[in-house]
């Protein structure tokens, strides 16, 4: 074989390869996301981040994953490209996104997850953080305007297994994520709880378990999983709400917690085993958190407006770019209890935070662990059963739901078409009423004059059509899902 420079350009690589940016990194089939495409995405990352001088040639960049079969593959095509461009490989092993965020934002450095998040195993993707934090919208498409210089026989060897040049595991970050909850929150302060961590194939699981006993409680393993499962915060699989009842209930079980595989997207539970909505719980861990100024999308609940428990609320497109960009800006204007959470519960703190004599460093990126903690110790310090802490927000529920294998240019010539108000009248006015407002925000937001909701809009992230529901009840909003995913499937 006889070695020749190929030069790729990015964007066209994007649309050639199917590995676009979504809403958070770049995703793809895992059959797609070969070799060469993950090392030149990586090397455009850092090449960028050199021409920006936000790094220095020599500089080291942190590397993570998931449990995914393809990530440890992709995981070593991201540690080519790092050690080619000149830069040095810290192996975090499989960690969550936010500790490898974490410990990479302490140091100065670069870092980079490889994660396809909640979605299929069949799919994967990479996450791209620079020393400040995550990339953000014009990061990304600065990065989608690079060219890279790649050896021909890299690709020519896309087929074969690349040589291992991972290190060895660096466990620094790990501990350093571990050690963060354990010094801001009170010694022992979960004593007497008695805790369900549903394991499954997250990364955060083991730490889950290092953390909840390392502040005094009880904390139960439970649904160990050696495969891939897809656990998605916002659309819960029948078949976790289930095994939620019957642990918390079979075990006595105060809560139940868990995350999604990359650990940056919460769950927990009440007592009796029923999942709270990621955009309730950000409520409750911004109350606990004292935040002042709340940034969220415009698909998340309204409760946290009409609760008047923080002095400023700002709305953004969905997606963790578009929320800390509006942090970055709200700091900017002088404000100084800065936070956000998006509906699937990851929750981002922008400012430190000083509470019982500690300080919380500020980590803006979704975090997972943060919010069962604070929950807990929110009840705790009101005297509350979950339950009853979530009865004292405004009564607004909310349910999503999904189409899978829906194909974006469909979902975008509906609803463009949807935008027009006697359109979205003719679909939904006769179960729902008439329209009150529009909002395009992000997709289309239609309200109701009886204050229902119904909101769709595209994944950013895989093929899927997303469609979100709120109502003054839970029934009501369950069924207004119910309906409006029966009169989606129309439109395939």
């Given at each position: 074989?006889s ?7 990015i964007?066209e ?24 495409v993950?090392?030149a ?15 220095q ?8 994953g ?21 830069c040095?490989?810290i192996?975090?092993?499989f960690?969550p996104?936010?500790?490898v ?47 890279v ?30 050690q ?11 004593n ?8 499954h ?7 889950m ?20 499962i897809?656990?998605?915060t ?6 976790d ?9 079979e ?13 940056d ?17 950000g409520?409750?861990?911004a109350?606990?958190?004292q935040?002042?100024s709340?940034?969220?999308p415009?698909?998340s ?7 008047a428990?923080?002095?400023?609320v ?15 800006e709200s ?7 800065v ?15 000083v ?20 929950i807990?110790?929110?009840a ?10 979530t009865?004292t ?9 999904r189409?899978?294998?829906f ?8 609803l ?12 939904f ?9 529009i ?21 950013g992230n895989?093929?899927?059509?997303r ?6 009840t ?10 409006c ?7 395939r």
């Open positions: 074989m070695e020749n420079t190929i030069n790729l350009n964007s690589l994007m649309q050639s390869s199917g590995v676009k940016f979504g809403t958070s990194g770049a995703r793809g089939l895992a059959s797609d996301m070969c070799n060469h993950c090392y995405y990586t090397l455009a990352f850092l090449q960028y981040l050199l021409d920006e001088k936000l790094i040639a020599g500089d080291s960049v942190a590397i993570a998931d449990y995914r079969p393809s990530s440890p593959r992709i995981m070593n095509a991201v540690a080519h490209a790092i050690q080619d461009i000149g040095q490989i192996n975090t092993g960690i996104t936010p500790a965020a974490y410990f990479a934002m302490q140091q100065g450095i670069a870092s980079i997850m490889v994660t396809g998040s909640h979605i299929p195993d069949d799919r994967n993707g990479i996450k791209f953080y620079k020393p400040q934090g995550e990339i953000l919208k014009q990061d990304e498409q600065a990065l989608c305007r690079q060219s210089q790649i050896s021909s026989l890299l690709i020519e060897q896309d087929n074969a297994a690349w040589a291992q040049v991972l290190p060895a595991l660096n466990d620094t970050a790990r501990q350093l994520y571990i963060r909850y354990l010094d801001f929150f009170p010694k022992d302060c979960l007497g709880l008695n805790i369900g961590i549903y394991q194939s997250t990364v955060l699981r083991d730490i378990k290092d953390v909840v006993e390392g502040l005094g409680g009880s904390a139960l393993c439970l649904g160990h999983s050696d495969h891939f897809p656990v998605d916002e659309a819960i699989r029948p078949e709400v289930a095994l939620a009842q019957q642990w918390c209930k075990y006595a079980l105060d809560a139940l917690i868990s995350a999604d595989g990359d650990g997207r919460p769950l927990i539970s009440n007592a009796q085993g029923e999942w709270l909505r990621g955009d309730v719980a409520i409750l861990c109350q606990y958190l935040a002042e709340i940034v969220t415009i698909s609940n309204s409760a946290i407006e009409k609760s428990y923080f002095k400023q700002i709305r953004t497109r969905i997606g963790s770019p578009y929320v800390i960009a509006a942090m970055n700091m900017q204007q002088g404000e100084t209890s936070m956000g959470y998006e509906a699937n519960g990851g929750f981002l703190i922008a400012t430190d935070v509470l019982h004599g500690q300080t919380l460093t500020a980590l803006p990126t979704r975090d997972a662990i943060i919010v069962p903690l604070t807990l110790l929110l705790q310090h009101q005297k509350k059963t979950i339950t009853e802490l009865q927000l405004p009564p607004r529920f909310t349910s999503s739901g189409l899978k294998d194909p974006n240019p469909i979902s975008a010539e509906k463009q078409a949807m935008q027009d108000t006697s359109m979205a009248e003719t679909m006015g006769q179960y729902f009423g008439k329209v009150s407002n909002d395009f925000t992000d997709g289309v937001r239609i309200t109701f004059e009886n204050d229902e909701i119904v909101h769709l809009r595209a994944s895989a093929p899927e059509l469609c979100y529901n709120e109502a003054n839970e029934a009501r909003a369950l069924t207004m899902n119910q309906t995913l029966e009169l989606l499937e129309a439109w």
